[in-house]
T-cell receptor, first 116, second 111 residues
Framework: DSGVTQTPKHLITATGQRVTLRCSPR?????VYWYQQSLDQGLQFLIQ???????AKGNILERFSAQQFPDLHSELNLSSLELGDSALYFC???????????????FGPGTRLTVL | QQQVKQSPQSLIVQKGGISIINCAYE??????FPWYQQFPGKGPALLIA?????SEKKEGRFTISFNKSAKQFSLHIMDSQPGDSATYFC??????????FGKGTLLTVNP
């Protein structure tokens, strides 16, 4: 158990809908990362937050947004869902620093999103 | 594009054998190279990681070999066990904190 929690575990919804995925980082970790895992694209970095502020952005669609709250949990919002958005969405956390060396990332169990 | 190329896609090894997975990267700004292990239905778990100032790192049966000039690194699993059967991902990370992952290698260790 990595200490990172994600809810829900499974989510089934229809095209055009909007969903919210939630992540609680490990105790003491300030950075949260979101990744999308699909069979064809593999693990793709979406976005990173550090202590409430957006730090880095990857291949995140404009229909997707995220935020990190004062209690450090994070939410990933996916809207106008398409069939191709079906994937596993992982949250990871790390201690994070304002600059300097890299920190190990610990992954949560993921949320499996199915868009019908 | 900042890619990490991983091979092979799949690997079958007999129990007790050596499993070798290779990765090559393009981005010379990477300064952190972790390997993750993922079991079905689970999130990736950090297995071992190396920084480019060393050429090898060993933790138990797992060893990373790193060749900075060739921009290549590999994972060696000695005395492979059926419990090692999983998908392995290599990755590169830099000062922007994000990880760029390889496509993964499905390892099957036959008893």
């Amino acid at each position: 158990d990595s200490g990172v929690t994600q809810t829900p575990k499974h989510l089934i919804t229809a095209t055009g809908q909007r969903v919210t995925l939630r992540c609680s980082p490990r105790s003491g970790d300030l950075s949260v990362y979101w990744y999308q895992q699909s069979l064809d694209q593999g693990l793709q970095f979406l976005i990173q937050y550090y202590n409430g502020e957006e730090r880095a952005k990857g291949n995140i669609l404009e229909r997707f947004s995220a935020q990190q709250f004062p209690d450090l949990h994070s939410e990933l919002n996916l809207s106008s869902l398409e069939l191709g958005d079906s994937a596993l969405y992982f949250c990871a956390s790390s201690v994070g620093t304002s600059g300097g060396s890299y920190n190990e990332q610990f992954f949560g169990p993921g949320t499996r999103l199915t868009v019908l | 594009q900042q890619q990490v190329k991983q091979s092979p896609q799949s690997l079958i090894v007999q129990k007790g054998g050596i499993s070798i997975i290779n990765c090559a990267y393009e981005n010379t700004a990477f300064d952190y190279f972790p390997w993750y292990q993922q079991f079905p239905g689970k999130g990736p778990a950090l297995l071992i990681a190396i920084r480019p100032d060393v050429s090898e790192k060993k933790e138990g049966r797992f060893t990373i070999s790193f060749n900075k000039s060739a921009k290549q690194f590999s994972l060696h699993i000695m005395d492979s066990q059926p419990g090692d059967s999983a998908t392995y991902f290599c990755a590169g990370g830099g000062s922007n904190y994000k990880l760029t992952f390889g496509k993964g290698t499905l390892l099957t260790v036959n008893p």
